[in-house]
């Protein structure tokens, strides 16, 4: 018998997604595994998506946005979200450029909802 990471529930030995919070077990987690490019990919966008932050900081008004967006960007890759293109977009608009292409240049498939 196994449990559920995030909430504690028991789980099914072969459960693949936990019944009570809906979220993904170790299991499905490596079988849907990132690519090695995708690592490095949100490695670079991490370091570049703070290095946004660090540049428009002078500025104080972009914080508004290119903090949270980074943020949330961060949870995004811990939790194994996918990131909308939308979301991509505005980071390579308004928080940075390297960012932004390498956030569009990643593969979405692996990722949940
Ligand atoms: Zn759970």
Redesign the pocket.
């Known amino acids: 018998m196994k449990y559920?990471k995030?909430?504690g529930?028991q789980l099914d030995d072969d459960a693949v997604v936990?019944v009570?919070?809906g979220?993904a077990t170790d299991e499905f987690v490596a079988a849907g595994a990132e690519s090695d490019t995708n690592k490095t990919l949100n490695i670079v966008i991490k370091v570049f998506m703070v290095l946004g932050c660090i540049a428009y900081g002078w500025t104080l008004i972009p914080l508004i946005w290119c903090i949270p967006m980074t943020v949330s960007f961060f949870r995004k890759v811990s939790d194994g979200r996918k990131v909308g293109v939308g979301f991509k977009v505005c980071t390579l608009l308004f928080v940075n450029i390297i960012a932004g292409i390498c956030l569009l240049c990643r593969d979405e498939n692996c990722y949940k909802d």
């Open positions: 559920c995030y909430c529930s936990c009570n919070c979220r």
